[in-house]
């Protein structure tokens, strides 16, 4: 299909973090941009405010007649939405052009350099700060990004001269697999969405696939240690990276942490680079930063250029996410929800608040999850001070019979532990003397951050 063509683009599933991206780009190219959501959010104020008409009613007849024309108006639509959604069926059943998110993706950057980041975790972080850097240097880049990053209030980029484009690549349903990437980064491939997926080794599997979709000339560059075995085309480079093993080919050494900040040397094959400062100060960040800035290098960054971005990247929302830091209160609002993801969210919060009581606020995300995990879960959030556990965010799922909370709950071995619904949450919360607090997950759990810092600031403040 000739994107170009199109005059009209209908998004079923406009306020997605991926799909928003995708919104502000056609409204960017000029095309007139409407669709649906189930419920509104600051983020849809913002595409409504940038020109898009979203509507949170499921019902076909509010589809606008400017995007009845199956010959001009291009149906985008979320693996989310479920396959009986009316405005879906009735794109499909009257022969309009409908396709996944993915493929679009994949269709407006096939004539372009990707920068394709994947991984279980810490995919948001790396194509974030990979942007941030090229972004800011006289290299430049196009990003679609799965995070709306500080520095921009966006989760877009575009670029009137570069054609390398930074996209975080979503293992979610395959997706990934649209995707021809000129160079690849692999984060992680811990096992997740076995709803999907099944077993462990059909994930892996999905990775190795993705390996081979990487253009000849190109480049992979992969955690060290990770289990899969990529399965490369002639002439692409492997490059392995590193937060402390110094037989990757990038890696950090001479870490500093203290006094609320994080230094570390960068060494390449070709360049080392001493006194590389976070501008989010967590030492997670330190691998994020050496797959960031391996991808800078090789693409012509400047080793002055990545100094500086590093520095200055203040981080994407929701991704350890300062709200509040002062001497008498700190909160911090993460997307964690796998448990390598909310292991690193802890410790982080660990390393840098010795000594001070943290509490957690968790919301499991999808049913299916919680049941493959619900050990793993536990054995994480027991690393918490205090623990307030909230009910499951089905997203996309039914319920499974006999799979809620509690499994994660019973599990863990703390004292001091909450099983609470979302509507008791404040009230729990205004009564609890805090000192470090954390908010974890990736539903709708975002929809308290702005209540709970208030409170924190009329309660201490």
Known sequence: ?????ITSVYFVGAGGIGMSALVRYFLAKGKKVAGYDRTPSALINKLTEEGAAVHFEENEALIPDKFRDKNETLVVYTPAAPASHRELVYFQNNGFKVMKRSQVLGLITASLRGLCVAGTHGKTTVSSMAAHILKQSTVDCNAFLGGI????????????????????ADEYDRSFHFLTPYMAVITSADPDHLDIYGAPQAYRESFEKFTSLIRPGGALIMKKGIDITPDLQPDVRLYTYSATDETADFHAENIRIGNGDVFFDFVSPDIHMTDVQLGVPIKINIENGVAAMAVALLNGVTADEMREAMKSFAGAQRRFDFRMKNDRVVYIDDYAHHPQELQSSIQSVRELYKGRKVTGVFQPHLYSRTRDFAADFALVLSLLDRLILLDIYPAREEAIPGVSSEIIFDKV????????????????????????????????????????WKMLNEKYL
């Open 413 to 452: 071995i703390l004292k001091d532990k909450t099983l609470c619904k979302k509507e008791e949450l404040m009230k729990i919360l205004e009564k609890e003397d805090i000192d470090v607090l954390v908010t974890l997950g990736a539903g709708d759990i975002d929809r308290f951050v702005e209540p709970v």
């Open 149 to 168: 990053l500080k520095n921009y209030d966006s989760n877009l980029m575009l670029s009137d001269h570069s054609d390398l484009t930074v996209i975080e």
């Open 1 to 5: 299909m000739d994107i170009n063509s």
